[in-house]
């Protein structure tokens, strides 16, 4: 635990502006604005399932650049500005007084607050930890968490006393808030010999090319495909099944629990076993749970609700683990953040394909069989991405990669 006795202020920064970005704030509290919305300028739902994809297309466009960023001028610059864009566009969304003024915002604050997603915050974690790294960044994957499960009960008190533009008030506060964390535990701009730049330019361009990063690739883009759209359409599900909305509700807190848990867990397991091995289990976990809803219906739904929360708080997690596990840390920023973009997209098409086959089969029993069968997918790929591809110190390891 010495790491952590050095590091720990990092973490605990790393945590914190993780939560107060971008994929604490605005994925768990963007449908709180939704019945507001549709009174005072007619947004309806699809307006707004189109708004967040919006969001979602232009973050994951984005995400490139902020690697770069991040690699060029240090995780405390990139993060502090992403939390800065982050606060002036829940402002922005404030005062829309129209469909294509919301629609025009929510893109905009995809974009221009993208570094304020977790790229930054794990890349100064990857760089203080080694031996306890797993655990480092399981933890600083819980303020998402945390963040999912305190700030919209805050966020839904102020909306029904004040109004939905005083909600987003709220979010451009707990927003600029994150400057804190970015600006007081965040290391400062890396040193960078002369042409190290342009060498690490060419590495990567390779490293993307190469067959474990597709591999790896790939894995995570088929998992977020596959199942992530299952946590938007669960309570949806569970109504269609008979549940009142309050125990409908409950279990949907369940999922965030076994989230914060997970996260925790496989970050500890990831410094013992191999991290592939754990991003397999959890696909099959997820397919046994949603074919365990699909037969058994919503008396199963606990376990369908500990199974997604286990799948969701393992892609979160093995995302960063594996990208330093298996990739020179000179090219972390951006790596990670290209797998981040396709989850990102992957997660934002799942509910689509969910929700099509729903309407087509009149209910979620063959959306469900289908989340299990396509989950066997990423847990091949998962299986067969290389192990031990770089040694402790960063060199290449020629016999598994």
């Not at 099959?284 to 037969?295: E, K, N, R, W, Y």
């Not at 683990?321 to 997209?345: D, E």
């Not at 087509?360 to 847990?379: E, F």
Request: with cysteine; glycine share 14%.
């Amino acid at each position: 635990m010495g790491e952590f006795r050095q590091g720990w202020r990092v973490v605990l920064a790393a945590g914190l502006g993780s939560g107060l970005g971008i994929s604490g704030l605005l994925t768990y509290n963007s449908g709180l604005f939704v019945e507001g919305l549709g009174k005072d300028i007619g947004l309806s739902r699809t307006a707004y399932g189109a708004a967040f994809f919006g969001a979602t297309v232009s973050l994951a466009a984005a995400m490139p650049v902020v690697g770069r960023l991040v690699d060029r001028f240090g995780a405390r610059a990139v993060a502090a500005g992403g939390a800065a864009a982050l606060a002036l566009g829940f402002l922005l969304l404030s005062a829309v007084h129209s469909i294509a003024a919301y629609f025009a915002a929510m893109v905009a604050l995809g974009l221009f607050a993208a570094p304020s997603a977790p790229v930054p915050f794990t890349r100064a974690v990857v760089a203080g930890f080694e031996r306890s790294r797993g655990l480092a960044l399981g933890l600083t994957q819980v303020g998402i968490g945390l963040a999912a499960a305190l700030v919209p009960p805050l966020v839904g008190t102020e909306i029904a006393r004040h109004g939905w533009r005083n909600g987003f008030v709220v979010l451009a506060g707990l927003a600029a808030l994150g400057l804190l964390p970015a600006l007081f535990g965040l290391p400062g701009r890396p040193t960078i010999a002369a042409g190290r730049d342009r060498e690490d330019g060419a590495g990567f361009a390779a490293l993307r090319r190469s067959r474990p990063f597709l591999i790896q690739l790939a894995a995570f883009t088929a998992m977020a495909l596959a199942f992530a759209g299952m946590l938007t359409h669960f309570v949806p599900m569970l109504r269609e099944g008979g549940l009142q909305i309050e125990r409908a509700a409950a279990l949907a807190g369940l999922i965030g629990m076994s989230v914060i848990v997970t996260r925790i867990v496989v970050g500890w397991l990831a410094d013992r076993i191999e991290p592939a091995w754990l991003g397999a289990a959890s696909c099959v976990v997820c397919a046994l749970g949603c074919v365990a809803l699909a037969l058994g219906g919503t008396a199963l739904a606990p376990a369908g609700a500990l199974a997604l929360g286990a799948a969701m708080g393992a892609e979160a997690d093995l995302i960063g683990i594996l990208t330093a596990r298996n990739f020179p840390i000179a090219a972390y920023s951006r790596a990670y953040a290209l797998q981040y973009a396709a989850f990102t997209v992957a997660a934002g098409i799942s509910p689509l394909w969910i929700g099509y086959l729903a309407d087509r089969a009149g209910g979620y029993q063959a959306p469900l069989l289908c989340v299990g069968a396509g989950l066997l997918v990423p847990a091949m790929l998962f299986a067969a991405v290389p192990r031990g591809c770089r040694s402790s110190n960063g060199s290449r390891q020629k016999n598994s990669c």
